[in-house]
C-alpha cells in the first residue's frame, strides 16, 4: 500500500505556511538546474551523513541522492558516526572535522543529513554562510537550529502517525495506555516528543522506554505487554543489535499489538507505516541540482516527504492473536524476516 499525502511544514518565519503547494513553483527552478547540470563541467558535492554507512535509513537516503545526482556532480561523503557515538563531544569533534573538509575542499552544495549534522555543524559554523547547504532527514521540525538560513533549503522527515493512530484505533477502540520503546539516541527522543502529541491527540497515554542494549529492549518489548498497544521507534544505536535474537524473543513474548513507522523494524511489529528512505535523497538531489544552476537556497521552499509505505505480519499478529483487517492485509506489502 504506498500513499501520498500533503504535508505541512512547522517552523518559524516566512516560510511558515509553506507545503508542498507553495513549492509548485519549485519544478520550473528544478527544470532549469537539471538543463544547466547537464551541460556544466563536473560540480562538487559533499555528503554529510549523520549516522554511519550500514545504517539502513540513511543508506537509503544515500542511494536516492546517487541516483539524481549521477553525471550532475563529484560525490564526497562524510560520516559522522554519531549514533554509535552518542556523546555530544564526540558529535562536536566530528562536525569540526566536517567544517575542516568543507574548509578545504570548497564543494559547490553540501548536503547534511539528519539532525545532529544541522545541530552540530551547519547551526554553529555555517548559519547565513556562502557554502550553500541542502539539508534532508530533519525530524519533524527545523525549529531547534532557526531555519530558514539565507545559504539552506531542504526537506523535513515526518512520520504518517495520525494514519497509524487511526488504525489502531480502529482495531483497538477500547485502548488507551501504549509503550513507545527505542534506542536511546538523541532523534528518537524527538521523535518520542511527536508521537506523544499525536497519540494523545487519539485519547491515547504513550509513555517511552529508551534503552542501550538487546537484552534491555527484549525486557523492556516483554514487560510492554502489560500495556495495551507497543509502538517500536528505532533499534539503531543499540550497539549489539542481533536481529534473530530480537526475532525470536518478539515471538515468544508478544501478546498485544505493535506497530512502528520504520520499514526496518516492521518485523517486529505487525503494522508499519513508513516513511521512504529514498524521498528523502532524491528530492535533496533536486535542490542540489537547483543550487548548482545558480538559484539561491533560501528561494527554495522547505518542504515535508509525502509518501509512506504499508507493512504487515501476519504471522506475528496470529501469534498475538490479533486479527488485521482484509484492506490492510491486502493493499500492504509483506513483512518478511530481518
Request: charged content about 20%; overall charge positive.
Amino acid at each position: 500500500m504506498y500513499h501520498w499525502r500533503m504535508s505541512p511544514v512547522r517552523y518559524p518565519g516566512a516560510l511558515a505556511d509553506a507545503t508542498w503547494r507553495g513549492a509548485a513553483g519549485l519544478v520550473a527552478a528544478l527544470a532549469a538546474g537539471l538543463a544547466y547540470a547537464t551541460h556544466a563541467s563536473a560540480a562538487n558535492c559533499l555528503y554529510v551523513s549523520s549516522y554511519h554507512k550500514g545504517y539502513e535509513w540513511n543508506d537509503g537516503i544515500e542511494r536516492g541522492l546517487e541516483k539524481g545526482l549521477q553525471g550532475k556532480c563529484e560525490l564526497s561523503r562524510f560520516y559522522m558516526d554519531t549514533n554509535r557515538n552518542t556523546a555530544p563531544e564526540f558529535a562536536r569533534r566530528k562536525a569540526l572535522e566536517a567544517r575542516q573538509l568543507i574548509e578545504q575542499t570548497r564543494p559547490d552544495v553540501v548536503i547534511a543529513c539528519d539532525d545532529p549534522a544541522s545541530l552540530y555543524l551547519i547551526m554553529p559554523y555555517f548559519r547565513n554562510a556562502a557554502v550553500p547547504f541542502v539539508f534532508c532527514g530533519v525530524n519533524w521540525t527545523v525549529k531547534d537550529y532557526g531555519y530558514p538560513y539565507s545559504n539552506v533549503t531542504g526537506m523535513i522527515e515526518i512520520a504518517p502517525i495520525k494514519s497509524l493512530v487511526n488504525e489502531i484505533r480502529g482495531l483497538l477502540p477500547t485502548a488507551r495506555r501504549g509503550i513507545y520503546l527505542a534506542a536511546d539516541v538523541m532523534t528518537q527522543h524527538k521523535e518520542f516528543a511527536e508521537n506523544r502529541e499525536a497519540y494523545a491527540k487519539g485519547n491515547f497515554e504513550l509513555s517511552p522506554v529508551f534503552v542501550k542494549t538487546l537484552a534491555a529492549w527484549q525486557q523492556a518489548f516483554a514487560a510492554a505487554q502489560q500495556a495495551d498497544f507497543v509502538v517500536l521507534g528505532t533499534n539503531a544505536g543499540i550497539m549489539d543489535w542481533n536481529s534473530a535474537s530480537a526475532h525470536q524473543s518478539v515471538f515468544s513474548s508478544v501478546k498485544k499489538l505493535v506497530v512502528t513507522n520504520y520499514d526496518w523494524m516492521a518485523p517486529y511489529a505487525m503494522l508499519a507505516m513508513a516513511k521512504i528512505a529514498e524521498e528523502q535523497g532524491e528530492w535533496a538531489a533536486q535542490l542540489a541540482q537547483s543550487i548548482l544552476s545558480g538559484i539561491k537556497p533560501d528561494t527554495l521552499p522547505i518542504v515535508a516527504n509525502r509518501r509512506w509505505q504499508t507493512y504487515v505480519n501476519v504471522d506475528l499478529a496470529a501469534r498475538a492473536k490479533i486479527r488485521l483487517p482484509p484492506r490492510l492485509v491486502h493493499g500492504a506489502m509483506k513483512a518478511g524476516q530481518p
